[in-house]
């Protein structure tokens, strides 16, 4: 509705001027907002949502610096271990060192040759083959199962415990003997705690009756001190006859020794000589009842001179008739000494098993 007073001014009453600013300044306004926009949007970093999952450490992403074109040249290679990365990195990966993954195994020395002993009844080994014949060659796979079991027959051992008795003859015809037991005692009682770390060791000496002493013994113990002052104080003499008092020796074992309940219990008879023939029964029943009733084991080592002695051109390798008897009844083994320089060795190769002699080679380097 037209105000009193005053009259509608026209179009045309509007001058030049007037009229182009009307005109224009819708599109002024316009240019003035956008040119605000665009500058606006020059200066502001815009980031757009990803659905992807993004890894959080940041050694998974790979900073290039700007500088740096062409980072990857293939030169015409056709495997991915092939092409060269030249790549410069905002900061370094960390060093990681690798370590496969492999089982631990153990490496056992090479079989050795048996030959220096004489073995009765021993067990013998069975050679298993899984395919008779593969290309002219046999595959044979005794080895790793009898490590497997000397692994087993080990652990047992440790975990049971090891009392072991040696039982020798002490008269002057053990002389070598005694030498080489005084000067190796120690390294002995070391080779058997490499392999059973709680293993115990006795002695027992014997004579004869109406020698000086017919038995003297030292307890179990894991010391060595104690073993060297008792070998020190025992001199070979004595001996006139043949026969010894080795049925008096294996009683003392067996019943005057604090044997542990479930340790596996050894006693290893080192002599030159039988005991008397009337005391054989004895002898007998003694091991019986030490194997039965307290689950141990007799094995026997012949000493006696008949081994370096030819006899016929030929050097007589038997043992005794005697020993052999005395290791069947304890369920032990019975072997003749070849060489007395070896005898250290000899007595932890019958105590652990002949059979695992490949493997004792290691633990005694120092025997």
Excluded: C
Aim: aromatic letters at 10%.
């Amino acid at each position: 509705m037209p105000v009193p007073g005053k009259s509608r001014q026209s179009i045309k009453d509007l001058s030049p001027l007037k009229l182009l600013l009307l005109v224009t300044s819708p599109f002024v306004l316009s240019f003035l907002i956008h040119t605000i926009i665009l500058t606006l949007s020059a200066y502001t970093t815009w980031y757009i949502a990803s659905t992807n999952t993004v890894d959080d450490d940041p050694a998974a992403t790979i900073l290039v610096d700007e500088r740096t074109s062409d980072r990857f040249s293939f030169d015409d290679t056709n495997t991915l271990n092939q092409f060269k990365v030249d790549s410069t990195l905002a900061y370094s990966f960390p060093q990681v060192e690798y370590r496969p993954v492999v089982p631990d195994v153990t490496f056992y020395p090479e079989p050795t040759n048996l030959e220096d002993l004489d073995l009765i009844g021993v067990e013998t080994i069975d050679r298993e083959w899984l395919n008779p014949v593969t290309d002219q060659k046999f595959i044979y796979s005794g080895e790793e199962k009898l490590a497997g079991s000397f692994s087993r027959h080990i652990q047992a051992l440790r975990k049971g415990g090891l009392d072991v008795i040696f039982v020798f003859d002490s008269t002057s015809s053990m002389a070598e003997f005694l030498k080489q037991a005084k000067n190796k005692i120690v390294n002995l009682v070391i080779t058997f705690k490499k392999l059973v770390p709680t293993a115990r060791i006795g002695l027992v000496t014997y004579r004869d009756r109406g020698d000086d002493f017919v038995t003297k013994k030292h307890s179990l113990t894991h010391g060595t001190k104690s073993l060297q002052l008792f070998l020190k104080d025992i001199d070979p003499v004595g001996g006139g006859d043949r026969e010894e008092a080795l049925d008096e020796a294996l009683r003392v074992a067996i019943e005057e020794f604090k044997w542990k309940t479930y340790a596996k219990k050894i006693i290893l008879v080192i002599g030159d000589a039988p005991p008397h023939q009337e005391d054989m029964p004895k002898v007998q029943k003694l091991i019986e009842r030490f194997k039965t009733e307290m689950n141990g084991m007799v094995s026997t080592l012949d000493t006696s001179r008949a081994a370096f002695i030819p006899v016929g051109g030929k050097a007589e390798q038997n043992v005794m008739d005697e020993f052999k008897l005395i290791a069947k009844t304890g369920g032990g083994e019975s072997a003749r000494l070849m060489d007395e320089e070896r005898v250290i060795r000899e007595m932890v190769v019958l105590v652990f098993g002949t059979r695992w002699e490949m493997f004792l080679d290691e633990f005694m380097k120092n025997l």
